[in-house]
């Protein structure tokens, strides 16, 4: 019998990220650049030793919990957010389009 494993959530401002940590050790990450009161999610990346065990639905439902506390909005351009959003019609109401303007902005953010 294997030991349950310690799983963390936690949002890392200074590097614009909702980090998910297994007993310490970094297992992945969404990415997102805040437009007013917008939080555009734009990168999700599990490590492949982490694959298979749930971990991006996990990071992504509680980084869409978060934003709905700070009380932003989501910006789904991360293919991932967007598929997730699909099945958790839960955070609909606080959900934006990907627009070009929003696409012309987030790459003014990131190069």
């Known amino acids: ?3 349950p ?15 998910i940590h297994v007993d310490g050790k ?4 969404t990415e997102y650049r805040d437009h007013e009161e917008q939080r555009v ?10 694959a298979g065990q749930g971990l991006a639905g996990r990071l992504v439902q509680e ?11 989501i910006v ?6 967007a598929k997730f959003l699909t099945k958790h019609e839960e955070f609909t109401d606080i959900t ?5 303007e929003v696409k012309g902005w987030l790459r003014t953010q990131l190069y």
């Open 1 to 3: 019998m294997s030991t």
């Open 5 to 19: 494993s310690s799983v963390v959530v936690e949002r890392a401002d200074e590097r614009n990220r909702y980090e």
């Open 26 to 29: 970094l297992a992945g990450f």
């Open 41 to 50: 999610f734009f990168h999700t990346e599990i490590d492949d030793a982490f």
């Open 63 to 73: 980084a869409l919990t978060d934003v709905r506390a700070a009380g932003k909005r």
């Open 76 to 81: 789904p351009i991360c293919p991932y957010v």
């Open 96 to 100: 934006d389009p990907v627009t070009p």
